[in-house]
């Protein structure tokens, strides 16, 4: 089985940073791609950022300029450096992972998440 584990959430006042790191374990063969999507109260989750195996990312147009994702692929971890936050960005930051296992199929996987909190 895979386990998307995540860690760095907490509370931070606005104008601060932190950092998130999601780490995938198990018969993991290859993923394609893997990020970070966000679920503020009574909102949609929505996507943050993503990173493809080949480092292509995506951003969502709110957190541009503010947030980096980036990855180490042998150690199958990524990581959220969040820089100027603010108090919209509270939320369950969840990471996702498009992951191929032993045969050609490929699976999602969720971890189960982190709370960011940003304090005005």
């Known amino acids: 089985q895979v386990q998307l584990v995540e860690s760095g959430g907490g509370l931070v006042q606005a104008g601060g940073s932190l950092r998130l790191a999601c780490a995938a374990s198990?018969?993991?063969?290859?993923?394609?791609?893997i990020g970070w999507y966000r679920q503020a109260p009574g909102k949609q989750r929505e996507l943050v950022a993503v990173?493809?195996?080949?480092?292509?990312?995506t951003y969502a147009d709110s957190v541009k300029g503010r947030f980096t994702i980036s990855s180490v692929n042998a150690k199958n971890t990524v990581y959220l450096q969040m820089n100027s936050l603010k108090p919209e960005d509270t939320a369950v930051y969840y990471c996702n992972a498009a992951i191929t296992l032993g045969g050609v199929s490929e699976y999602i996987y969720w971890g189960q998440g982190a709370q960011v909190t940003v304090s005005s």
């Open positions: 198990g018969s993991i063969v290859s993923i394609t791609v």
């Open positions: 990173i493809t195996r080949g480092g292509s990312t």
